[in-house]
């Protein structure tokens, strides 16, 4: 009996230490994994997000980028990290929605080895054509139906977002183009603008200037509505292109078995530091639509249903990353 009493006293003490922990959590910097290099528009995302986070937490949030893999490399670090909310992940379509159809091998698993916080953002793409191609959805499909294997479309890799972006294009519209990859968007935007590919897939935070200057042409976005970085660009929808919606979002993930407590606290700071007129702002500036009312629960179905939908893209275009 008083053994029992020990054991309950002990444990009730470690209740409360944990608790108390928990209620001071976070005690020191956090810092946030972003597995992509510095400077892209993931980095750029998560530098934004970090300053409004760092005020809701009332500590430093640090950005770490462990590149390498297509984002497996710093996803991977995440996921074998110690449990205590100091180390989270900017996750992407590609960490957690792409890759895991994409490569024969994976060493970890996005819904199993992640508690996931919150989607941070959506960043739809959008069909993007040189001055010389025609400017309306309706016209360009017609042209490429005309022209049956002469066209060709870029992206920034095998695999990536834009790439699969392209072969769910090619699918809904029934139109025959060649991928051409590139080592990222800059060289393929280049090619693009001089005419050498006939249309890309891309987000406005890497191609808004261009567009700006003329150099591009934005035909229409893959989203439910018009994006608040150009409202003049249609919707596919719009354009005459239903159920064709997507492109790139960005989650905050933590290793799997951080305690709930600490989980909750960081998808409110999230939700607070997205929804603050100086980050939104910010954001719209970039093309990214700001999320600010998910939960943990949400995320997960959010994700979980991207998965789905991206396998089935990657199985038809027959796309593999060794």
Same mark, same amino acid.
């Given at each position: 009996m008083q053994l029992t009493r020990r054991a309950l006293i002990a444990g009730l003490a470690l209740l409360l230490s944990c608790g108390s922990a928990m209620a001071q959590y976070p005690e020191k910097p956090v810092r946030l994994v972003v597995p992509f290099p510095p400077g892209g528009p993931t980095d750029v995302f998560a530098r934004v997000l970090s300053i409004g986070l760092a005020e809701q937490l009332g500590q430093q949030v640090v950005i770490d980028n462990k590149a390498g893999a297509g984002g497996t490399v710093g996803t991977d670090l995440v996921a074998k990290a110690k449990p205590d909310g100091y180390t989270l992940l900017f996750g992407t379509a590609a960490t957690h929605g792409i890759n895991v159809s994409l490569y024969e091998t994976l060493p970890y698993d996005p819904l199993k080895d992640f508690e996931l916080i919150a989607l941070a953002g959506l960043v739809p793409m959008v069909l993007l054509v040189p001055p010389e191609q025609p400017r309306v959805l309706k016209e360009l499909i017609a042209k490429l139906k005309s022209e049956p294997g002469k066209a060709t479309y870029a992206s920034s890799g095998n695999g990536t977002t834009n790439h699969l972006a392209g072969e769910l294009f @090619?699918?809904?519209? !029934?139109?025959? %183009?060649?991928?051409?990859?590139? /080592? *990222?968007? *800059?060289?393929?935007? +280049?090619?693009?603008?001089? #005419?050498?590919?006939?249309?890309?897939?891309?987000?406005? #935070?890497?191609?808004?200037? +261009?567009? =700006? %200057? #003329? @150099?591009?042409?934005?035909?229409?976005?893959?989203? &439910? =509505? /018009?994006? +608040?970085? /150009?409202?003049?660009? $249609?919707?596919? %929808?719009? %354009? !005459?292109? /239903? &159920?064709?919606? *997507? #492109?790139?979002?960005?989650?905050?993930?933590?290793?799997? *078995?951080? $305690?709930?407590?600490?989980? &909750?606290?960081?998808?409110?700071?999230i939700n607070k530091a997205l929804a603050s007129e100086t980050v939104a702002d910010r954001l719209r500036q970039l093309g990214i639509e700001a999320v600010t009312d998910s939960t943990p629960a949400s995320t997960r179905a959010f994700v979980s249903a991207e998965i789905a939908k991206w396998r089935e893209v990657v199985r038809a275009a027959g796309a593999k990353v060794d």
């Open positions: @090619k699918s809904r519209a !029934g139109v025959d %183009a060649v991928h051409v990859p590139y /080592r *990222g968007s *800059g060289p393929a935007l +280049q090619d693009l603008m001089g #005419g050498r590919v006939t249309f890309m897939f891309d987000s406005f #935070g890497t191609s808004l200037e +261009q567009i =700006k %200057a #003329g @150099k591009l042409y934005a035909v229409a976005i893959m989203a &439910d =509505k /018009r994006s +608040q970085a /150009r409202p003049d660009v $249609p919707t596919t %929808a719009e %354009a !005459g292109l /239903r &159920d064709f919606v *997507g #492109g790139t979002w960005n989650v905050v993930a933590a290793p799997a *078995g951080t $305690p709930k407590e600490i989980v &909750d606290r960081l998808s409110v700071a």
